[in-house]
């Protein structure tokens, strides 16, 4: 069975940080490119960061650029972000989605083939 599983979130005070991981179940990431969401109750889902199949391509949604930093490792078979000077609008259940792309193509937000089930941050004092 093909499966995408986050982990890593947690309650956090302001200004601190923590470390989601997106691990591959039954699959390779080896070709796909890696993306993670975010949805905070009664907002839509928006793109937080995204990395290529390569590794060599990254893109962050401006309200995290300079704070989040995505990365993979591809003999874990997982993929990484790490979230320093958190704010309580990063409150949201962050997800990480999956798509087969070529290395040339970059990443997107955009029809992804896999979703994991998400994993709930809170930045709260």
Request: charged share 20%; net charge positive.
């Amino acid at each position: 069975q093909l499966q995408v599983v986050e982990s890593g979130g947690g309650l956090v005070q302001p200004g601190g940080s923590l470390i989601l991981s997106c691990a591959a179940s039954g699959f390779s990431f080896d070709y796909y490119a890696i993306s993670w969401f975010r949805q905070s109750p009664g907002k839509e889902r928006e793109g937080v960061s995204c990395i290529s199949t390569s590794g060599g391509i990254t893109k962050y949604a401006d309200s995290v650029k300079g704070r989040f930093t995505i990365s993979r490792d591809y003999a874990k078979n997982t993929v990484y972000l790490q979230m320093t000077s958190l704010k309580p609008e990063d409150t949201a259940i962050y997800y990480c989605a999956t798509k087969r792309i070529p290395p040339y193509r970059g990443c997107n937000y955009d029809a992804m083939d896999y979703w994991g089930k998400g994993t709930l941050v809170t930045v709260s004092s």
